[in-house]
């Protein structure tokens, strides 16, 4: 049976507050904005044909760089939405209050608009990220931070894009994770992996092992468990260093991803509130554990919009070993 995602929302949405066709018609921005970003991302390498970023292409169009467009894609398309107050991307160094930021405007899209964008120059999968915030209670529109700066168990929703060998979408509203596969010759993101569950146990590890010499305490233990055998079959190793991707295959096939602590980036590389939360969120959805390496990922409490975190997302089976080989305050 063919479900679009607009029909899945509907019928999921009694789930998400105040219900009343809001989070359909939130993410129906998201679902237009990424069939624009997508349609780009597939033209990408003809940039040097069709003008360059800043150049005047041969239609006469001044060329973008593509996370700029994701960027002005996103935000113009959530902006016409009535129930979105502030707005909070990658690209953007501070929030921004949506001008009808009123007493209805209940919700915070906070995203990276593409994410993994240097991999598009030699044809690597990238990514769109979403996290979906309520406004707390007693908040004005002069507050955007209180809005943003909330632990990621507050999430209502979340999801992501990955413009891979197709274009899926994944998303949940807090009851399971479900998957959409875009049509392109209808336009239509359609039903393809309905209520996605995180295998208990994979056989893949994802990490940059470059930086090793820089991990903290056991991770390299548990790495070399993983590597050795000591989970059962000896773990193969896959890094494509596109987090979406990355994240992607880890929720469909189970295993581990990690982007820890390194001496370059002592408090981690990926942001808190746009790429660790939603992924984070999905993961648990799915039935998978997330922690920074030291705490569940969704109990962090933000200080700033920006804020990077480590990032380790596995089935229960690696992240009991994970554990068990990196203290935590869990
Ligand atoms: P490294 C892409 O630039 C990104 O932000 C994530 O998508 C990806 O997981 C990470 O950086 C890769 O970083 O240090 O391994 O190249």
């Not at 295993?255 to 408090?267: I, M």
């Not at 920074?292 to 089935?315: F, M, N, S």
Request: aromatic share 8%; proline share 6%; charged share 20%.
């Amino acid at each position: 049976m063919i479900v679009t995602v607009q029909q899945h929302i509907l019928q999921d949405q009694k789930r998400f507050p105040g219900a009343s066709g809001e989070f359909s018609w939130l993410l129906s921005g998201i679902t237009l904005a990424t069939k624009m970003v997508q349609a780009r991302v597939r033209r990408a390498g003809l940039s040097d044909i069709l003008g360059d970023a800043g150049d005047v292409n041969v239609q006469g169009e001044i060329q973008q760089k593509l996370d700029v467009y994701a960027n002005e894609a996103l935000i113009h398309c959530l902006s016409a939405r009535a129930s979105i107050g502030v707005l909070a991307s990658e690209e953007n160094e501070e929030p921004m209050i949506m001008g009808h930021c009123s007493k209805e405007a209940n919700y915070a899209v906070i995203f990276d608009p593409l994410d993994g964008s240097s991999n598009i120059d030699v044809n690597v999968s990238v990514g769109t990220t979403f996290s979906v915030m309520r406004r707390p209670d007693g908040v004005t529109c002069e507050e955007p931070q209180k809005w943003l700066l909330q632990p990621g168990c507050k999430q209502i929703a979340a999801g992501y894009v990955c413009y891979g060998s197709s274009t899926v979408l994944v998303y949940s509203v807090g009851n399971g994770v479900h998957g959409f596969t875009l049509e392109p010759s209808v336009g239509a993101y359609l039903l393809s992996h309905p209520n996605i569950r995180m295998p208990n146990q994979g056989k893949y590890y994802s990490v940059n092992e470059a930086y090793r010499d820089g991990f903290p305490p056991g991770y390299n233990q548990f790495l070399d468990r993983l590597r050795q055998g000591g989970l059962g079959k000896p773990y193969a190793s896959r890094y494509i260093g596109s987090m979406v991707a990355d994240l992607h295959r880890t929720l469909l096939k189970g295993g581990v991803f990690l982007y820890p602590p390194t001496s370059d980036h002592p408090k981690g590389k990926l942001r808190l509130l746009y790429e660790a939360n939603p992924m984070a969120y999905l993961v648990e959805q799915a039935g998978g554990v997330a922690t920074d390496g030291k705490r569940r990922v969704l109990d962090l409490q933000p200080e700033a919009v920006h804020q990077r975190t480590p990032l380790i997302v596995g089935g229960q089976v690696e992240m009991a070993e994970f554990l068990r080989c990196v203290p935590h305050e869990m």
